[in-house]
């Protein structure tokens, strides 16, 4: 009986394990492997194929490439203010995008009188990577570009304006020393830590087979071992806690990507000075289409508060 009993003990383990590896991986296609909207999906949606079309189609645009701290090759769209300034605008897109999707964003900046940097994330655009950081690395990479800039323009003042991953990416790049001509920071719709949204995110699929707690320590493993990075410290409250960069938090309410009070906790964390928006009525990163009135209204009041 001992050796049948081991026997089928063996047989669970085996299966859970195999269950687990299979989770992983799929949890690591899923969420880690860079994908983006092909030119069909761009023009089922409007909004995506406005934003899109207005930096394809901007005939002065200028494409310029910097190399990571660990040697990839990042690129951005560089689009000059038509009349001289030192005022820069970073708009720093989310996941299945690139720098062409901030071109809302970047437009109404470039409306204002702003210069324009659309960086495309390490794995996505003209970019080079073959895996998402959510903020990690990208932080850094966002840092060369800021020096890019002020190699550019000494006198520069430079403002951060992130959606979705994008947006934890800004807050984590403002808890780094950053040099005194990034003035201010936008985040709209960020996670609090990648743990709490990848949880989120597995709780919400369907035919789970595995406990929350197994499958985030399976992904943790599986992502340090091809990534290189730890997925506990991609930790944005961290990062604000130490901010000394003036933050305006913005949420929708009925976000179904990512937690609303995520964004209430951020902004309780957050240690620079701050402001918090919260868009009724709006899903995921869509504040700036379902209101624009309140939305570009706090970003002009941050501006107007930090004499941007």
């Known amino acids: ?28 296609d899923l969420s880690v492997v860079p994908r983006q909207k092909t030119q069909e999906e761009v023009d089922r949606n409007p909004l995506d194929s406005e934003a899109v079309k207005w930096v394809r189609n901007y005939k002065e645009k200028e494409d310029i490439f910097v190399e990571s701290i660990d040697e990839l090759r990042l690129h951005a769209t560089f689009i000059k ?3 001289d300034t030192h005022k820069y605008a970073i708009c720093i897109h989310g996941v299945k995008s690139d720098g062409e999707y901030m071109g809302m964003y970047g437009k109404h900046y470039h409306d ?50 992130g959606t979705s991953m994008g ?23 960020s996670y609090s830590t990648l743990m709490a949204e990848f949880g989120d995110v597995y709780k919400k699929q369907k035919g789970g087979l595995i406990p929350l707690s197994v499958a985030l320590l399976l992904i943790r493993i599986i992502i340090q071992l091809k990534c290189g990075y730890d997925i ?6 961290d ?13 929708g309410d009925e976000d179904r990507v990512i937690d609303p009070q995520m964004c209430a906790k951020l902004y309780e964390k957050c240690a620079a000075k701050k ?13 700036a289409y379902v209101d624009p009135d309140k939305y570009w209204k706090k970003v002009e009041t941050l501006m107007e508060k930090t004499e941007f």
Request: proline fraction near 3%.
């Open 1 to 28: 009986m001992s050796k049948k009993r081991n026997f089928v003990l063996f047989g669970l383990a085996s299966a859970i394990v195999g269950t687990g590896a299979a989770a992983a991986s799929y949890l690591y």
């Open 81 to 83: 203010a038509a009349e």
């Open 112 to 161: 204002m009188g702003i210069n324009v940097l659309l960086p495309d994330l390490r794995g996505f655009g003209k970019s080079e990577g073959n895996f998402i950081g959510y903020g990690y690395y990208d932080r850094l990479d966002i840092m060369e570009w800021i020096y890019w800039i002020i190699r550019r323009d000494p006198k520069a003042r430079i403002l951060l304006h």
């Open 167 to 189: 947006a934890a990416t800004t807050l984590m790049t403002t808890g780094e020393r950053l040099p005194n001509q990034v003035i201010m920071a936008v985040a709209d719709s």
């Open 232 to 237: 506990r410290k991609v930790n944005v409250l």
């Open 239 to 251: 990062a604000v806690s130490r901010s000394k960069t003036p933050t305006l938090f913005i949420h």
């Open 275 to 287: 402001q918090y928006c919260l868009i009724l009525g709006a899903d995921h990163v869509q504040g």
